[in-house]
């Protein structure tokens, strides 16, 4: 800003960083925008797998909470020790899927 003046100006950076700014603001927006639409129309199915002891205290509001929003939700409880390196492999199998 030029307050160099008793009314204070903007310089030609100034300037430039407030059209700049304005276009960055509307992808922002337009992002925002875009995901929220995505998140009305809600995921086709969702696989769920909790530890036992989270299962057992919130998985009832967890799948309560997500049934709104997921046309075929599963979900299972248990630990194996191979989960970690299944989850990491994407090659997890639901052994028993509860669908809604």
Same mark, same amino acid.
């Given at each position: ?29 337009? =992002?925002?925008? #875009? !995901?929220?639409? +995505? ?6 199915? @969702? ?5 036992? /002891?989270?299962?057992?205290? =919130?998985?009832? #509001? !967890?799948?309560? +909470? ?6 075929? @939700? ?5 630990? /194996?020790?191979?989960?970690? =390196? ?15």
């Amino acid at each position: 800003m030029d307050r160099s003046h008793r009314l204070v100006l903007i310089t030609r950076a100034g300037e430039i960083l407030r059209e700049r700014s304005a276009d960055v603001l509307r992808e922002v927006r337009r =992002a925002a925008d #875009d !995901v929220r639409a +995505a998140e009305a129309e809600g995921l086709p199915m @969702l696989r769920l797998g909790l530890i036992d /002891t989270f299962a057992t205290t =919130a998985g009832p #509001d !967890v799948m309560k +909470a997500l049934s709104r929003r997921v046309e075929n @939700l599963q979900m299972w409880s248990g630990i /194996t020790p191979m989960l970690s =390196a299944e989850l990491l492999n994407r090659t997890v199998k639901v052994p028993h899927a509860a669908g809604k």
